[in-house]
């Protein structure tokens, strides 16, 4: 028995808990469809996600996952922040404005959040999965003693053996396809970006631990193919940006729609590590300019303002639209009837 028969899903399907857009009624509602929901925590503090904890436990008594960032934490450069406020201020400009004068680490890291791991071990929830890397032993090993499922993004066989050595149950492999942050454990070392079904391919044969496949499924025939390369579950994020439990705005959802969504495109821009978007304003300046942005989650406070600066001018494209290369196919079906549907999907010939 694998750790996600434990969860006794009745169809192998995961929704990725994509900051941003993820909702606890969206988890709720994938939950009581038989998937597993799930919620992003990592952009929030201990008491805010306690509070999302609670807020899926009042809607469904089934397993869900929380998903927690666990890069390392930024080292602050002031002379290159300095540079990228400098390069942004034709943006900030265009609506009359200037960028911040400095930069912060907005988001806290779970490898030095001590907080978060405490609520986390007081709540014990079914699943935790970790992005962008691995934390020490000890705050894995407390996550485990609660009961905690563990789940881990990976984009190489190399990071697959290490969260197999860290104690991980279940390996999220990771594909160049899949939408928001690429989830390399340092986002400075080459990337070989091995595609979906090649990444899941390599880790079923050559690692230890069961693989759910991630990056650009869209329906019911891409879950099939993943469970015929040997995945045991596929994890499906931009599938969920269309439906009305997400917390996508109309911009967003718009661009989704729009002929945007066959153009993804993998920046750095908005936040400091690549991740895969949808080609908006900010996106497409971010390939003409050379200026390197600085560390995750740092470049993020000024994208942020920026995207803040836009929308009160009433431009939407300075967002962080996050989707995959299967954007194309998405549906703007609510999250329980889109699981039906994959799951029916799933059994045509």
Same mark, same amino acid.
């Given at each position: 028995?694998?750790?996600?028969?434990?969860?006794?899903?009745?169809?192998?399907?995961?929704?990725?808990?994509?900051a941003?857009?993820?909702?606890?009624?969206?988890?709720?509602?994938?939950?009581?469809?038989?998937?597993?929901?799930?919620?992003?925590?990592?952009?929030?503090?201990?008491?805010a996600?306690?509070?999302?904890?609670?807020?899926?436990?009042?809607r469904?008594?089934?397993?869900?996952?929380?998903?927690?960032?666990?890069?390392?934490?930024?080292?602050p450069?002031?002379?290159?922040?300095?540079?990228?406020?400098?390069?942004?201020?034709?943006?900030?400009g265009?609506?009359?404005? @200037?960028?911040? /004068? $400095? =930069?912060? %680490?907005?988001?806290r890291?779970? !490898? &030095?959040?001590?907080? *978060? #791991?405490?609520?986390?071990?007081?709540?014990?929830?079914?699943?935790v999965?970790?992005?962008?890397?691995?934390?020490?032993a000890?705050?894995?090993?407390?996550?485990?003693?609660?009961?905690?499922?563990?789940? @881990?993004?990976? /984009? $190489? =066989?190399? %990071?697959?053996?290490?969260?197999? !050595? &860290?104690?991980?149950? *279940? #390996?999220?492999?990771?594909?160049?396809?899949?939408g928001?942050?690429?989830?390399?454990?340092?986002?400075?070392?080459?990337?070989?970006?091995?595609?979906?079904?090649?990444?899941?391919?390599?880790?079923?044969e050559?690692?230890?631990?069961p693989?759910?496949?991630?990056?650009?499924?869209?329906?019911?025939r891409?879950?099939?193919?993943?469970?015929?390369?040997?995945?045991?579950?596929?994890?499906?994020?931009?599938?969920?940006?269309?439906?009305?439990?997400?917390s996508?705005?109309?911009?967003?959802?718009?661009?989704?729609?729009?002929?945007a969504a066959?153009?993804t495109?993998?920046?750095?821009?908005?936040?400091?590590?690549?991740?895969?978007?949808?080609?908006?304003?900010?996106?497409?300046?971010?390939?003409?300019?050379t200026?390197?942005?600085?560390?995750?989650?740092?470049?993020?406070d000024?994208?942020?303002?920026?995207?803040?600066?836009?929308?009160?001018?009433?431009?939407?494209g300075?967002?962080?639209?996050w989707?995959?290369?299967?954007?194309?196919?998405?549906?703007?079906?609510?999250?329980?009837?889109?699981?039906?549907?994959?799951?029916s999907?799933?059994?045509?010939?």
């Amino acid at each position: 028995m694998t750790p996600l028969d434990m969860l006794g899903l009745s169809i192998p399907l995961i929704q990725a808990p994509m900051a941003g857009v993820s909702t606890p009624a969206m988890a709720a509602a994938v939950s009581n469809a038989g998937a597993l929901g799930s919620i992003a925590v990592g952009a929030i503090d201990a008491p805010a996600a306690r509070d999302m904890i609670a807020a899926v436990r009042a809607r469904t008594d089934r397993p869900f996952n929380v998903n927690l960032f666990a890069h390392a934490p930024a080292t602050p450069r002031p002379a290159l922040e300095a540079r990228w406020l400098a390069t942004l201020e034709p943006l900030f400009g265009q609506f009359s404005a @200037a960028p911040p /004068t $400095s =930069l912060r %680490e907005i988001y806290r890291s779970f !490898a &030095a959040d001590d907080a *978060m #791991l405490a609520m986390l071990a007081e709540t014990r929830p079914a699943v935790v999965s970790l992005h962008f890397g691995l934390p020490e032993a000890w705050r894995i090993a407390t996550l485990k003693a609660a009961g905690c499922i563990l789940f @881990a993004s990976v /984009t $190489s =066989l190399a %990071e697959a053996h290490a969260a197999n !050595a &860290a104690g991980v149950d *279940m #390996l999220v492999a990771q594909g160049f396809e899949a939408g928001g942050h690429r989830g390399m454990f340092d986002p400075t070392a080459p990337d070989d970006r091995l595609g979906t079904f090649a990444l899941t391919r390599l880790l079923v044969e050559r690692s230890d631990l069961p693989v759910i496949a991630a990056g650009g499924i869209m329906d019911g025939r891409g879950v099939r193919a993943a469970l015929d390369l040997g995945a045991i579950a596929a994890q499906l994020g931009t599938a969920f940006i269309g439906c009305p439990e997400s917390s996508a705005d109309a911009d967003y959802r718009a661009a989704l729609f729009s002929p945007a969504a066959a153009h993804t495109v993998m920046t750095r821009v908005i936040s400091g590590r690549p991740a895969r978007c949808l080609p908006n304003r900010f996106v497409q300046w971010g390939v003409e300019t050379t200026q390197t942005p600085p560390d995750y989650p740092i470049a993020y406070d000024a994208g942020k303002a920026l995207n803040q600066l836009a929308r009160s001018h009433g431009e939407g494209g300075y967002g962080a639209q996050w989707a995959g290369q299967g954007a194309p196919f998405a549906r703007a079906l609510p999250a329980a009837e889109l699981v039906a549907r994959i799951e029916s999907e799933m059994a045509v010939l």
